[in-house]
C-alpha cells in the first residue's frame, strides 16, 4: 500500500509541475530544471509543422547560431558558409530521401522561417569535420549494452542553448529518439526503439558531397534498421560523404565500429578485432576516437573493465578524452531503451555537466496514453 501512494504522488508531482503542451499530434514537454522533450508523429509535413510550432522562438535562435558559424567559416576558410550549404544541398539530392525536406519545409513554414534558412539548419554539420565506446559480455558488470556517444562540437557558438531531446514517431518507420537541437531534423546521436544505437566521428574530406549526409545517414539507419547488421548492408548499399566513423549496438549484444569514406567500400571493425585505427583491442568493446585521445581511453577501458556500467562509463569519457568543446554526450542501454544523457552550459562541457535519464519506451507510452486527450 505504502508503494501504491508513493507511485500516486509521484504521478501528482509529475502533473503538476510539466508543463504539455500539444499541436496536432504533437507534445512538447517542459519540467523545470529538465530539458526540454519535443515527441513528433505522423507524415513529414505533420512532424515539421509540430517541430516549428512547438519550438518556434528555439529554431529562430539556432538560426542566429548559424550567423556565428557562417562567419568564422569566412575566418578560417575565406569562403561563404551559405554557397557550400547550397553545393551539399545540390549534391545530395540524389541520395536524400524527400521526405526529410518536405518535414524541414514545413518546419520553417510554422517557425517564420524561409524554406532555404530551414535547410541550412538541417545541412550545416556536413561542413564541420568525437568518441564512441560500447561494451558488453566480460567488459560490463552483468554483460549488457552501454554504449556512449561524445560529441565534441562548437560549444562556443551557444548551440547548448537550443537543446532538444526529440522522439520521431514517423508514419511507418520505427520510433527514434535524439539528442539534438531545435530545428535540427538529422541526428548526430542516436537510439531507435528496437534498440539499436549510433553515434559519430567526423575526419576529413570535405568537399566529398556526392552522397546521403552524414546526420540523414544516421536518421535512415535508425528508421530502417532494427539491427547493426541490416545498418551495416545499409551503410555498404548507401553513396557516402566525407569521411566519418560510426559505434553502432543493438538489443542482441551485436555492435561494430565504421570507417567510412566517401567512394571507398566501409571498413567494419569487432570488438576485441585489432586495427591500424585503434591503439588496442579489448575483447567485447567496439570502439574509435582521434589518436590524441587514445592512450586516454585505453588506460580507462583496463581501469573499469568488467565493471563498466552508466556511471562508469561517465568516468571513462571525462577529459582528455571529451575535449574543450564537449557539447554533448549520451549514453545508451539499448536492451532497456533508457539513455542518459548530458549537455554543455555555458560555462560547463557536457561530460562534466549534470546527467539526465529518459527511456524512450516510456516516453512513447505516456505520449500515446494522453494523445486521445488532446485531440
Not at 518556434?56 to 547560431?65: Q, W
Not at 570502439?287 to 573493465?305: D, N, S
Request: proline share 4%; aromatic share 10%.
Amino acid at each position: 500500500m505504502k508503494n501504491i501512494l508513493l507511485i500516486l504522488v509521484a504521478i501528482s508531482m509529475v502533473a503538476l509541475f510539466a508543463e504539455d503542451k500539444w499541436f496536432e499530434k504533437g507534445l512538447r514537454i517542459d519540467n523545470p530544471g529538465e530539458y526540454p522533450i519535443l515527441i513528433m508523429a505522423g507524415t513529414p509535413e505533420e512532424m515539421g509543422r509540430q517541430h516549428g510550432e512547438l519550438f518556434k522562438n528555439e529554431i529562430k535562435r539556432t538560426y542566429d547560431c548559424l550567423r556565428l558559424v557562417a562567419g568564422g567559416y569566412m575566418m578560417m576558410k575565406n569562403d561563404w558558409f551559405y554557397d557550400r550549404i547550397d553545393e551539399v544541398q545540390k549534391r545530395t539530392a540524389h541520395v536524400l530521401p524527400e521526405r526529410y525536406l518536405n518535414e524541414l519545409d514545413a518546419m520553417s513554414d510554422a517557425a517564420g522561417l524561409t524554406h532555404a534558412q530551414g535547410r541550412q539548419i538541417g545541412f550545416f554539420p556536413e561542413l564541420f569535420h568525437c568518441s564512441g565506446i560500447a561494451a558488453r559480455g566480460k567488459a560490463t558488470t552483468n554483460g549488457q549494452v552501454v554504449h556512449v556517444r561524445v560529441l565534441d562540437y562548437m560549444k562556443d557558438i551557444g548551440l547548448q542553448n537550443m537543446a532538444l531531446i526529440q522522439v520521431f514517431l514517423p508514419d511507418g518507420f520505427n520510433p527514434w529518439i535524439s539528442v539534438g537541437f531545435a530545428g535540427f531534423n538529422g541526428t548526430v546521436t542516436a537510439m531507435n526503439a528496437k534498440g539499436l544505437a549510433m553515434g559519430e566521428m567526423g575526419g576529413e574530406g570535405e568537399g566529398d558531397w556526392d552522397g546521403l549526409p552524414m546526420s540523414y545517414l544516421m536518421r535512415k539507419i535508425m528508421e530502417e534498421c532494427d539491427t547493426v547488421q541490416q545498418a551495416k548492408k545499409l551503410i555498404e548499399e548507401t553513396p557516402l560523404t566525407c569521411e566519418y566513423y560510426y559505434v553502432l549496438s543493438d538489443a542482441t549484444g551485436d555492435m561494430v565500429a565504421v570507417e567510412t569514406k566517401a567512394g571507398k567500400t566501409p571498413v567494419f571493425v569487432k570488438p576485441g578485432e585489432k586495427h591500424p585505427l585503434l591503439l588496442e583491442a579489448f575483447e567485447d568493446v567496439a570502439w574509435i576516437t582521434a589518436p590524441q585521445r587514445q592512450k586516454a581511453l585505453c588506460e580507462r577501458v583496463h581501469k573499469y573493465y568488467g565493471k563498466i556500467d552508466a556511471e562508469t562509463m561517465k568516468e571513462v569519457i571525462k577529459r582528455p578524452v571529451a575535449m574543450s568543446s564537449n557539447l554533448h554526450d549520451a549514453i545508451f542501454l539499448p536492451q532497456s531503451l533508457d539513455m542518459h544523457f548530458a549537455y554543455a552550459s555555458d560555462t560547463v562541457i557536457g561530460c562534466d555537466n549534470t546527467y539526465h535519464k529518459v527511456n524512450l519506451k516510456e516516453l512513447i507510452q505516456y505520449y500515446q496514453a494522453h494523445l486521445q486527450n488532446a485531440q
